[in-house]
């Protein structure tokens, strides 16, 4: 394959992940943007979103597990096709719950694709590039398309929820989600990177080395304070903060649209900033960040104080794939989906404590939580740093 043959193939392969991680963004945009809605309508509490939280991430949590050695050995067609279909189906059974029970089943099924597009993206973007900056820089460029995806469904129901409804946003979200699983079949993949067993022993092997144990502890912190900020922004501005479900709605755009547009910024810088400070400058401006969120006395602060914590912790979840992707490049899809199970076991238990101790101590002093997660991510990444300056393995 000549040069723009193989440039031209790589495009195509970097659209397949970039619509995957876009309706990722949905995924995890779509509870927290639409909660207020269905929580008056099927009357639950904060206690039961929470739960609602515990059962998305449990089944993402599950499909990353096992997905990462399938991939490795069958490689990432078959989940950025069946992925989409799932959250399809998933945006379909919530728009039409009638009661909670029925909306925890679709909740379900949005984790499962979900974990699918996050795992298949993200281990295909790493997969393109060998080289650890270049690496980097991709990463975060996918997450600018996670921005997108999270910024569209909260930011069409500010505009459009009195023109469409509700049922009309996530009947087309669910369209969008059948044109991606169209364009990703009729691609040619990257083989397998081993094609003659699944890895599940190199997993046991991996998931004990120091240096994935820190960079999943590290994410297990990141991924529930994303799931926290991205879930409570709206209930916490519409109860503590008096503000309309539909002014709500455009500060938690502002959100993603902060982290989308500081994610473009990074996929340049990090072609020359090094990976392992940015992640420690990340979290130390997001702790104060989410600290001021707390601490807002008005509407404007609070916007604000949402704003800056999306800047700020936008970069730390790709390029910490990233540092990880290249020192593990024969193994990528296994490391990742130990990486991802990691943080989404933070995703699935720091949303569920935060909605109990919300609902037993108010949401203002469980949102705090988010500050002391940030700086042991601070801490994590400090020690991390010891072995990132080793050979990579495997």
Same mark, same amino acid.
């Given at each position: 394959?000549?040069?723009?043959?193989?440039?031209?193939?790589?495009?195509?392969?970097?659209?397949?992940?970039?619509?995957?991680?876009?309706?990722?963004?949905?995924?995890?945009?779509?509870?927290?943007?639409?909660?207020?809605?269905?929580?008056?309508?099927?009357?639950?509490?904060?206690?039961?979103?929470?739960?609602?939280?515990?059962?998305?991430?449990? *089944?993402?949590?599950?499909?990353?597990?096992?997905?990462?050695?399938?991939?490795?050995?069958?490689?990432?067609?078959?989940?950025?096709?069946?992925?989409?279909?799932?959250?399809?189906?998933?945006?379909?059974?919530?728009?039409?719950?009638?009661?909670?029970?029925?909306?925890?089943?679709?909740?379900?099924?949005? !984790?499962?694709?979900?974990?699918?597009?996050?795992?298949?993206?993200?281990?295909?973007?790493?997969?393109?590039?060998?080289?650890?900056?270049?690496?980097?820089?991709?990463?975060?460029?996918?997450?600018?398309?996670? !921005?997108?995806?999270?910024?569209?469904?909260?930011?069409?129901?500010?505009?459009?929820?009195?023109?469409?409804?509700?049922?009309?946003?996530?009947?087309?979200?669910?369209?969008?989600?059948?044109?991606?699983?169209?364009?990703?079949?009729?691609?040619? *993949?990257?083989?397998?990177?081993?094609?003659?067993?699944?890895?599940?022993?190199?997993?046991?092997?991996?998931?004990?080395?120091?240096?994935?144990?820190?960079?999943?502890?590290?994410?297990?912190?990141?991924? =529930?304070?994303?799931?926290?900020?991205? =879930?409570?922004?709206?209930?916490?501005?519409?109860?503590?903060?008096?503000?309309?479900?539909?002014?709500?709605?455009?500060?938690?755009?502002?959100?993603?649209?902060?982290?989308?547009?500081?994610?473009?910024?990074?996929?340049?810088?990090?072609?020359?900033?090094?990976?392992?400070?940015?992640?420690?400058?990340?979290?130390?401006?997001?702790?104060?960040?989410?600290?001021?969120?707390?601490?807002?006395?008005?509407?404007?602060?609070?916007?604000?104080?949402?704003?800056?914590?999306?800047?700020?912790?936008? =970069?730390?979840?790709?390029?910490?794939?990233?540092?990880?992707?290249?020192?593990?490049?024969?193994?990528?899809?296994?490391?990742?989906?130990?990486?991802?199970?990691?943080?989404?076991?933070?995703?699935?238990?720091?949303?569920?404590?935060? !909605?109990?101790?919300?609902?037993?101590?108010?949401?203002?002093?469980?949102?705090?939580?988010?500050?002391?997660? *940030?700086?042991?991510? *601070?801490?994590?990444?400090?020690?991390?740093?010891?072995?990132?300056?080793?050979?990579?393995?495997?």
């Amino acid at each position: 394959m000549n040069a723009p043959q193989a440039s031209h193939r790589k495009a195509r392969l970097s659209a397949s992940a970039y619509a995957a991680m876009f309706l990722f963004g949905i995924v995890m945009a779509v509870l927290g943007a639409v909660l207020p809605l269905l929580s008056a309508r099927l009357r639950f509490d904060l206690a039961q979103v929470g739960n609602l939280f515990l059962a998305m991430n449990l *089944f993402m949590l599950l499909c990353s597990l096992g997905l990462g050695p399938v991939m490795d050995r069958f490689g990432m067609k078959p989940p950025l096709v069946l992925g989409p279909l799932l959250v399809a189906a998933a945006l379909l059974a919530i728009v039409t719950s009638e009661d909670y029970s029925r909306l925890v089943g679709g909740v379900c099924l949005l !984790g499962l694709g979900g974990g699918a597009l996050n795992s298949a993206s993200n281990t295909l973007i790493a997969d393109l590039y060998s080289d650890a900056k270049q690496k980097n820089a991709a990463l975060n460029m996918l997450g600018v398309f996670f !921005g997108f995806g999270a910024l569209f469904i909260p930011f069409v129901i500010g505009l459009l929820l009195e023109t469409l409804g509700l049922g009309g946003i996530l009947h087309s979200a669910a369209l969008l989600c059948l044109l991606a699983a169209a364009y990703s079949a009729r691609l040619a *993949f990257p083989p397998p990177k081993q094609s003659q067993r699944l890895a599940f022993r190199e997993a046991g092997r991996l998931v004990r080395l120091p240096l994935v144990v820190i960079l999943g502890a590290l994410l297990f912190f990141q991924s =529930g304070n994303e799931f926290i900020l991205g =879930g409570y922004i709206s209930t916490f501005l519409t109860r503590e903060a008096g503000m309309a479900v539909g002014a709500a709605s455009y500060a938690l755009a502002g959100y993603w649209a902060a982290l989308m547009i500081a994610r473009v910024f990074l996929s340049r810088l990090l072609l020359r900033f090094n990976g392992h400070r940015l992640v420690l400058i990340s979290a130390a401006c997001a702790a104060a960040g989410a600290a001021l969120v707390v601490g807002a006395k008005s509407d404007t602060a609070a916007v604000i104080a949402v704003v800056l914590t999306g800047v700020s912790l936008s =970069g730390i979840f790709p390029t910490v794939l990233g540092l990880a992707g290249a020192q593990f490049a024969s193994y990528s899809g296994t490391v990742f989906g130990l990486l991802f199970t990691m943080a989404l076991a933070g995703g699935m238990t720091l949303p569920w404590v935060t !909605g109990q101790v919300a609902e037993a101590l108010g949401l203002r002093l469980a949102l705090s939580l988010v500050t002391a997660h *940030f700086l042991m991510i *601070f801490a994590l990444q400090a020690f991390a740093g010891r072995y990132l300056r080793a050979s990579p393995t495997g």
